[in-house]
C-alpha cells in the first residue's frame, strides 16, 4: 500500500506565508512527479505547482512568483512554500504523487493525499 499524508494547513493572515508539507511512505518503486493542487470552495480542482524526480518545475500562473515547491528525495517529502497570500488562496491543497510500485514497476499511477486546509482572513 501507498500512504500519502499532507500537513502544514491552517489559518494565515492577507499578505502572510505558510508552507505545506507532504510525505509518501509504503511499497514504491519510483517516483516522477510530486506537487500540489488546490480546490477552492464552490471551484474544480486546479495546479498548484509541480516538480519532477530531476527537479524541474511548473506552476499556474495564479501562484507564479510566489510559492516555490522542493523535494526531500531521501525523505519522498514535497513542500509548497506559499508567500503574499490572499483571500483566493484559500483552499483545500491536495499532495499529489506519481509513481510506481514494486509489482507494476513500469506503470505509473496517481495518489492523492487528504488534503489540508489554508484558510487566508484576517
Known amino acids: 500500500q501507498v500512504e500519502v499524508v499532507g500537513s502544514g494547513g491552517g489559518l494565515v493572515q492577507p499578505g502572510g506565508s505558510r508552507r505545506v508539507s507532504c510525505a509518501v511512505s509504503?511499497?514504491?518503486?519510483?517516483?516522477?512527479?510530486m506537487g500540489w493542487y488546490r480546490q477552492a470552495p464552490g471551484k474544480q480542482r486546479e495546479l498548484g505547482a509541480t516538480?519532477?524526480?530531476?527537479?524541474?518545475?511548473n506552476s499556474a500562473d495564479s501562484v507564479k512568483g510566489r510559492v516555490t515547491i522542493s523535494r526531500d528525495n531521501a525523505k519522498k517529502s514535497v513542500y509548497l512554500q506559499m508567500n503574499s497570500l490572499n483571500a483566493e488562496d484559500t483552499a483545500v491543497y491536495y499532495c499529489?504523487?506519481?509513481?510506481?510500485?514494486?509489482?507494476?514497476?513500469?506503470?505509473?499511477?496517481?495518489?492523492w493525499g487528504e488534503g489540508t486546509l489554508v484558510t487566508v482572513s484576517s
Open positions: 499529489n504523487i506519481f509513481l510506481s510500485t514494486p509489482e507494476q514497476a513500469y506503470y505509473w499511477t496517481d495518489y
Open positions: 509504503g511499497s514504491i518503486f519510483a517516483i516522477m512527479r
Open positions: 516538480i519532477t524526480s530531476g527537479g524541474t518545475t
